[in-house]
């Protein structure tokens, strides 16, 4: 469907901007591409989790746990090189390993870019490797697992996707008047950033639905996110002129309940219900209550996602729950 491919590219592009290093000036229809070294492990599965460790450069390091429909990010600050890692995660936990391994082949991720060509090593951590989530929900306690890590260089590409002026173009929709209804909702519980992102597109029955929470305990940033089947869940909006004025939302697992919207003249907007969902290590988190804020709009998809609330200009992390 084109509204989940929207929202891949918006995935994908706040993914490259945390990632990789800002591209350099180059001629028209060329990039210069900075070199970045990455280090990853699988760890053992818990409580039906998935766990990896993944790092983002030699010093930012996080540990990602999926399990269908839930996700949760722990981030923090720590070494990382060629010769394996240390990082402390706090109360969550503590990793400090050896790498060895081997060389092995590998080759550019883009055929249109040229430079050194990427060193890539496969092999394991030995060490000291503990992650605890919140009241053990999750519980990693291992001495060795396999691992990788790879080092890039700097490059020069070619933009494969450009405007007619030619610069590079990105996230272009194939039609140009599609409509999506969209709401936002923000607010705070126990001293968490709760943020909800509700998305329809006029030409599919879909509704695309994510919630998430976002707090920092000492050094370690932890963001759990959610998100309900796109084929079950349901957002209505009324009436059908540009600017709604109600709209109700009703997702499916790991959401529970629902919730309606309804515009006011004057004061926040009305925001009521018993809509909930259930966030890795959070358990149950209302969406609902005298500290939530919501909004609601329409628009055209190929004027890119600006969210609701114009006068904020809301930028593309609100689909990470990170927005202002």
């Known amino acids: 469907m084109r509204v989940e491919r929207g929202l891949a590219i918006v995935f994908c592009a706040c993914a490259v901007a945390l990632a990789a290093p800002i591209a350099a000036a180059a001629k028209p229809g060329f990039f210069v591409s900075g070199g970045f070294f990455s280090l990853s492990a699988v760890l053992p599965k818990s409580n039906g989790y998935t766990v990896s460790l993944e790092t983002l450069g030699h010093r930012s390091i996080g540990i990602i746990l999926n399990r269908t429909g839930e996700t949760a990010y722990y981030l923090t600050k720590g070494r990382v090189d060629r010769k394996g890692i240390e990082v402390d995660f706090g109360r969550f936990g503590r990793l400090r390993a050896d790498f060895t391994g081997h060389e092995v082949e590998t080759e550019g991720v883009f055929p249109s870019c040229h430079g050194r060509k990427p060193i890539k090593f496969s092999g394991r951590l030995e060490g000291t490797i503990r992650f605890r989530g919140e009241k053990g929900f999750v519980t990693i306690a291992v001495e060795k697992v396999k691992a990788s890590w790879e080092q890039t260089f700097r490059e020069v590409c070619e933009s494969s996707n450009r405007t007619r002026t030619g ?109 909930r969902v259930h966030l890795p290590g959070l358990g149950t988190v209302a969406l609902t209550g005298p500290s939530f804020r919501a909004y609601a709009c329409r628009h055209v998809l190929s004027e890119g996602f600006r969210g609701c609330r114009t006068e904020e200009r809301s930028r593309y992390p609100v689909f990470l729950g990170l927005s202002r």
């Open 167 to 275: 610069g590079p173009r990105l996230g272009a929709f194939d039609d140009e008047d599609e409509v999506a209804d969209l709401l936002e909702v923000s607010g705070r519980d126990e001293g968490r950033r709760i943020n909800l992102f509700a998305i329809r597109q006029h030409l599919f029955p879909a509704t695309i639905v994510s919630a998430s929470a976002i707090e920092r305990t000492g050094k370690v940033t932890a963001l759990k996110l959610a998100s309900s089947d796109p084929t079950e869940a349901g957002l209505s909006f009324s009436p059908p002129e540009v600017r709604p004025r109600a709209a109700t939302l009703t997702p499916s697992s790991p959401f529970h309940g629902s919730a309606s919207y309804k515009e006011q003249a004057t004061g926040p907007n009305e925001w009521t219900g018993d809509l």
